[in-house]
Every structure is written in structure tokens, then in C-alpha cells.
């Protein structure tokens, strides 16, 4: 008896465009002997096959078990169909009508294969620097819309060679319908331009490679913006790139020829090792050698070092003739968003760059590098933007109406939340000024439009100054919800872990608007999505001079030494009191007099108080530096702490840097000092947390906040929390900084929506 013939719709969804998983189905259902078709639709991959009924659900199973690298599977539908008697099986064109559901994929690091050809004289790409196929290359920095094809990308205006044509059409090819495909014949093209915007006659890459070993900076175009580059041993090309990008001590990232280039610098393992070589190709902190051959001005006085290993063909044609690392960083001025125009490069780079190796394959959506720490083993996201943006984080439970959260100020995001997904929009940087505003919006419109999302509801942080909440507040939207800074940060966490509360929630960072009209920023609390209630927080001080006390962080050390010893502060013998004692009259008058000195319970603050002490960092020049460089001095042997008690409702950090200083007096190295404050304010936040479960019966506890960055503090808290039995969640998917708090705004305003159908 011949087998029953099926016929079966299935319908994929989640991350199933633009990563070769039309071919990928092609090539299972010929294999198998199945007719029918596949095609992109605007809800993801529309397959339909006709075959033995066994046969058909051997397909179902393969299709999921082995999808190709870029694809992420977040469901399958099936339905039965009467039998058509196809003949083949084939791929029709897009269809683009009905709601949109699929998502764009992030761009993929140059996949083995094309790195090969790239550096074949034989193959036809010899030496191309757009390489690219169905499982690497440009995706959402390209996107116009969606679905994925390529009159929907900036690569429409590139007519395919016959040759490439050929490929693109052949299903045994790994180009079969790669969007991006282009060779030299067909493709865009590079050339190296003056400041001036004269061409450099030459060959492009050997011309730059030779500017970068005289010492010069060149601004190269990558696949979401411009980078700046230098010769990554030469200490005069680093200290001028530093003064021309008015970036004085935060630390550059290095890029290296290969694994075995970063293996000369820091200590890989492993797993480090899988993730500098993902599609995803981030910028990797690890724990630097000390033989490492690298100017001290790429990360002075930092044991740590941003590595990233090159992403695309340009950034392997340029380290391979180069043998040796480049600083790679964000092609802005300080403080400014990255350009990705060539026009706007020219003019914002006029003064840091040399040259500019530049392309005609203009980019859409400007995205930075992600960054992420790697520490015994498992990853710890700072920046999440090119190789993760804008992949959706699937939520256990659903957006009951399409929620835009409009994010914070300092690391910015913003968040959409639709259905069972929360799409994270790449990295903005700060909103400081018109052109970071500028960016924030019209990747708000990009995102919003080519997912047909139109927010009903709009999410924002209640500080009354940031610029987004003035953003939100001013939106043609009419149920507007403020969610405070760290109840956001809580429930940010949550949802990174897929969970709801209630837990106690522990965020721990520099500056957030309390609910009180103080600042908060060192906080216990009992929480779920909806609600919160404040268990503890850190002994307020006065912020002298508010914006000022967070870049000269000796004020805060003033502040504190006063709080804990009054006039007896200038009589300690230590040399930050004798350098700065005689600054401190008008500071501490206007703390005592409230004058622009708002109450806070800042843990950024209260590092920053330690740094000072500590003759670390009296004037910051980057967001978080005293925090960062107290943890990167502190010796991580030292398993003692100093004593910081807790109250009613109170951690006291004054007794803590009283203890600090005293130590410091008595000649304790600063090395140690600093290592029992980090120990002394993780248990004294345990302690805290052990109340507020015998308050509130909680036994799990999510830490959030740019604090938890700090992996000393992380792990003696953690170490302190599961040793008496607490559950601790921390951050996998989303930074614990500020830049997960747009996630956390969503899903607040999504409860509160809850609550009140």
C-alpha cells in the first residue's frame, strides 16, 4: 500500500530572516524528497510541504534540531492541508502583507569560510572587504524594512553581477539568497580619503596599514559606524588620539589579528576563547598579562583589557598586513554619539583623524560595539549593541499593549514591548546634547516602523530632568507611567532571568530619583513587577555642588571624612586630607546649608568618597572611574572587611569610610584598604538583605545597577548571599547598568497595565 501523501503548513517564527534559513529549508525538504514551497512573510518563514506522511513528520523534526548558526527558533505552528499534487519544492518571493513579526538580525562577525576566501588568490574575493554569506555579514545596520531582502536593505542600489546572481540562485551555493552578496565586480568599493576628502592614490588597506605604523589615526568605516584607529604599542599615536577624542584615562579597546594575538595580552579560557570568536564578536575585559607588549596609555592603571578580534573582511585585510594590535574606538569626540555618515565623519573627525578608509555601502542604523566581561567562566554583559541589537528577549508573560519604554540618561536605551517580546534597541550613548537626541529618535521611528509597532502606553524614568522623560512626557500617548530608577533596575533583572517576584531587590549604582525627591542609589528592596517597598538604603549625605560632587569626587570624600569625625576630619594623617584640607571650607558650608546639595544615598558616591581616599581619583573624567579604579587597585586575596552597621532601615556608609580612613592612617597599603571597604559594604548589604527576608518571608534576591559591574563586589555578595541560603539572581542578557533599564520600565508599566484591566 503506498504511504498516505500530507500536505502541512508550518509557520516559524523568531530570528528566521536574513540568516540562510530559506536555503536552509530548501536544501531539508529536496533532501527528503518533500514538494511545496517556503517563503519570508512579515510573522517570519511560511513553509508548506507535501509529501509521505512519515516523511513529513521526519522534516518537522529535523527542521528544528539543526537550524543554521544565526537563526533563533521562538515557535512553529502546524496545520493540515488538503493535498495539491506540487511537483517541487521551491522558494517564492516575500510576501509582505499582514502584521509584522519577525525580526531583524543582528549583524554576524565574517564567518571561517568567507575569511578563507578573502585571503585565497585563487577565489574571486581575493582581498574583497564585503565578503560576506548567509551565515555572516551586515544585517540590522543595513535593514531599511522588513522582511529581510535586499531591495529592503542599503545594498539595493548594487546590482548583482551575473556571477553573483548565479550564487544567489543556486541552492547548493552558501550564498543562495545571502542579501548582501556583492564581489568586486558588483559590490561597493573602499578608497582612502585626506581630511580634506582628496582620495590617497593607492591601494586602500596597504596605504592605511602603512599610516597606522608611522603613528597616525585613521577613522575607519565599520559595519554600524566609524572607528577610530592607532597603532596600538605606539605611546605618542595613543596619548594624541586620547587628546584629539578628549578621552584623557578611559580605557581604549585593543583589536587583534587572530586568538593568538589576544592570547599574547590577556588570559583567554575556554569559554573566553568561544566568545571572542562568536558571530556575536564582542569587545571581551580580561584579565591583561603582565608581559602584554601594549602602551600603557590604551588602559592606564587598569588590570583589565577590552580585546575584540576583527569582525569583518576590512578588519582581517588590515590586521593581517599589519600583524600586530590597533586600538579600535568608537569614531566620536567624547561624550558624542558615534558617526556613521560619511558626510557627518568628514566633518566630526575633521580634527582626530588622519585619513578616513571609508566605503559607498552607506549603513542605516549607526550601532557600537557590545561589550561584555568575562569572568570564571561566565559572561557579564556592559554594553549590549552590534552582534546582539535588536534580537528580542523572549518574555514569560505577554505585553497586554504595546509598550514603548524611553530609557534613561546615561547608557541609553529604549524598549519596545510587544506580544511576548521585549526588543531592546542597541546602544545610544548619553543624553547629553542635540546630536544623542537626534539619534535616540530616529531609532526610535526605525524601530517602531519596521515592526509596524505603534506604542500605546509610554514608560519613563521619573527623574524630572532627564531628557528622555521630557521626551516621553511630551508624546501624542496618553497613558504615560513613571517608574522609579531602581525599581526598574529590579525589575530588569527579573525579567533577564525570566521571573516575576516577589524577591528582595538590591540595586546598587551612582545616581536614581527617589520616590521621596532625594537621590537614591544604594537600595534593599521588596519588589515584583508592579511594586516595590524600600527596606533599606545607604545613610544619605549631601551632594555638594549635585553634578559637580559626581566629577570631583573629592567633595564626597570631604563630606564623609566630615560626617564621621567633624573637626577632628582635617587633624587625620593622610595625604588626601593634607593635599585637599584647605578646599574643603566652602564645600562642606554649602553641604551644611543645603545649597544646591541634594540628600543621597549613592553608592557610586560612596566609591567614589573611597577612591579619593585612597589618592585614586580626585576629578573624573569618565562616568564611574573612581569605582573602577578602586576595584581594579584592590588586592583580591584580602578576605577580611571592615565593619559597616546596619539599622532599622539604615547601611552606614560613614562608619565604613571612617574605618577606611583610620586604616589608611595607620599605614594599612591602599591595596588592602581597598579590598576590606569592597568586603566590608558586601556584607554590610547580605546583612541587610537577611533582615528583609525575615521581614518579608523572600527568599531569592536580584542584584541590578551599574555597581554590580564591579565583579569584587559581586561575587563577596554573592558568596555571602547563597551561603545562608538566599537564591541571588544577577544579570545574563541585558547590562546590570543603566542601559537594562528600559527593559525594566516596560515591564513595570506592563504590570501596572495588568492591575488595572
Not at 23 to 35: F, H, S
Not at 288 to 293: F, K, P, V
Request: glycine share 8%; with cysteine; aromatic share 6%.
Amino acid at each position: 500500500m503506498a504511504p498516505e501523501t500530507v500536505r502541512k503548513r508550518l509557520r516559524v517564527r523568531g530570528t528566521v530572516q536574513g540568516v540562510g534559513f530559506r536555503p536552509y529549508v530548501y536544501r531539508l525538504a529536496t533532501q527528503l524528497g518533500l514538494t511545496g514551497y517556503v517563503l519570508n512573510d512579515p510573522g517570519g518563514v511560511l513553509i508548506e510541504i507535501e509529501g509521505a506522511e512519515a516523511v513529513a513528520a521526519d522534516f518537522a523534526v529535523r527542521l528544528t534540531s539543526s537550524p543554521p548558526p544565526l537563526s533563533m527558533l521562538t515557535g512553529v505552528e502546524s496545520e493540515d492541508l488538503a493535498p495539491q499534487g506540487s511537483a517541487a519544492f521551491e522558494i517564492l518571493a516575500s510576501e509582505n502583507r499582514g502584521p509584522l513579526d519577525a525580526p531583524i538580525s543582528a549583524d554576524a562577525a565574517t564567518c571561517a569560510a568567507c575569511v578563507a576566501e578573502i585571503f585565497d588568490p585563487a577565489e574571486r574575493r581575493y582581498r574583497y572587504a564585503f565578503t560576506n554569506c548567509t551565515d555572516c555579514g551586515p544585517r540590522y545596520t543595513i535593514a531599511t524594512a522588513i522582511p529581510y531582502d535586499r531591495p529592503n536593505t542599503t545594498m539595493s542600489s548594487f546590482s548583482m553581477c551575473p556571477e553573483c546572481r548565479a550564487e544567489y540562485d543556486d541552492p547548493s551555493d552558501r550564498r543562495f539568497h545571502a542579501q548582501p552578496i556583492a564581489c568586486p565586480r558588483c559590490g561597493p568599493r573602499l578608497k582612502l580619503v585626506s581630511p580634506r576628502g582628496t582620495t590617497i592614490e593607492g591601494d586602500p588597506v596597504a596605504c592605511t596599514t602603512a599610516m597606522l605604523r608611522e603613528g597616525a589615526i585613521v577613522a575607519v568605516k565599520g559595519l554600524g559606524g566609524y572607528h577610530l584607529a592607532c597603532d596600538a604599542r605606539n605611546d605618542d599615536a595613543v596619548a594624541t588620539l586620547r587628546r584629539r577624542k578628549a578621552r584623557e584615562e578611559k580605557p581604549l579597546a585593543v583589536m587583534v589579528p587572530d586568538i593568538e594575538g589576544a592570547r599574547k595580552l590577556v588570559h583567554v579560557t575556554a569559554s573566553a576563547e568561544a566568545l571572542l570568536v562568536s558571530s556575536h564578536a564582542p569587545i571581551v575585559l580580561l584579565p591583561r598579562l603582565a608581559e602584554a607588549e601594549l602602551s600603557d596609555e590604551v588602559a592606564p592603571r587598569n588590570r583589565y583589557l577590552g580585546v575584540i578580534l576583527p569582525y569583518t573582511p576590512l578588519h582581517h585585510l588590515l590586521l593581517a598586513e599589519l600583524g600586530s594590535p590597533i586600538v579600535l574606538t568608537s569614531g566620536n569626540v567624547s561624550e558624542e554619539p558615534m558617526a556613521f555618515d560619511d558626510r557627518e565623519a568628514q566633518t566630526r573627525l575633521k580634527g582626530i583623524a588622519d585619513a578616513f578608509l571609508t566605503h559607498d555601502r552607506p549603513i542605516r542604523t549607526r550601532c557600537d560595539d557590545s561589550v561584555v566581561r568575562h569572568e570564571d567562566g561566565q559572561s557579564f554583559p556592559i554594553r549590549r549593541s552590534r552582534g546582539y541589537a535588536p534580537a528580542p528577549l523572549m518574555m514569560t508573560k505577554r505585553f497586554h499593549r504595546a509598550v514603548l519604554a524611553a530609557g534613561p540618561e546615561l547608557k541609553h536605551t529604549f524598549c519596545l514591548g510587544s506580544g511576548d517580546r521585549a526588543i531592546i534597541s542597541h546602544h545610544i550613548g548619553d543624553l547629553e546634547n542635540f546630536e544623542a537626541m537626534e539619534a535616540f529618535t530616529d531609532a526610535v521611528e526605525h524601530l517602531t516602523a519596521i515592526y509596524q509597532v505603534e506604542p500605546e502606553v509610554v514608560a519613563y524614568d521619573l527623574h524630572p530632568e532627564y531628557l528622555a522623560s521630557k521626551w516621553a512626557m511630551g508624546l501624542d500617548i496618553e497613558e504615560k507611567i513613571g517608574v522609579q530608577h531602581h525599581h526598574a533596575h529590579v525589575a530588569s533583572c527579573l525579567a533577564d532571568n525570566g521571573r516575576r517576584g516577589p524577591v528582595i531587590g538590591v540595586a546598587v549604582d551612582g545616581t536614581g530619583f527617589g520616590d521621596d525627591g532625594t537621590i537614591w542609589g544604594c537600595e534593599v528592596l521588596a519588589c515584583d513587577e508592579e511594586s516595590y517597598e524600600r527596606q533599606f538604603h545607604l545613610r544619605e549625605v549631601p551632594l555638594p555642588g549635585a553634578a559637580a560632587a559626581v566629577r570631583q569626587p573629592w567633595r564626597m570624600a570631604a563630606v564623609y571624612l566630615d560626617a564621621a569625625f567633624g573637626d577632628r576630619a582635617g587633624d587625620l594623617d593622610i595625604s588626601f586630607v593634607r593635599r585637599t584640607r584647605r578646599q574643603w571650607g566652602p564645600i562642606l558650608q554649602m553641604a551644611e546649608r543645603g545649597i544646591n546639595s541634594p540628600l543621597a544615598s549613592s553608592g557610586g558616591r560612596l566609591f567614589d568618597a573611597a577612591a579619593a581616599l585612597c589618592d585614586l581619583t580626585e576629578t573624573a573624567s569618565y562616568e564611574g572611574q573612581a569605582a573602577v579604579e578602586l576595584e581594579q587597585i584592590a588586592d583580591p586575596s584580602v578576605t577580611g572587611a571592615y565593619g559597616c552597621p546596619v539599622g532599622p532601615d539604615e547601611i552606614d556608609g560613614v562608619e565604613l569610610i571612617a574605618l577606611l580612613a583610620e586604616d589608611l592612617a595607620a599605614g594599612r597599603p591602599v591595596p588592602e584598604a581597598a579590598m576590606l571597604f569592597h568586603n566590608g559594604l558586601a556584607d554590610a548589604i547580605a546583612a541587610a538583605c537577611g533582615t528583609a527576608r525575615e521581614r518579608t518571608g523572600l527568599n531569592a534576591v536580584a542584584l541590578s545597577g551599574g555597581s554590580f559591574q564591579n565583579i569584587l563586589l559581586l561575587h563577596r555578595l554573592r558568596s555571602s548571599l547563597e551561603a545562608v541560603g538566599l537564591e541571588v539572581l544577577v544579570h545574563h542578557r541585558v547590562p546590570p547598568n543603566d542601559a537594562g533599564i528600559s527593559l525594566g520600565q516596560a515591564i513595570v508599566a506592563n504590570a501596572r497595565i495588568g492591575r488595572s484591566r
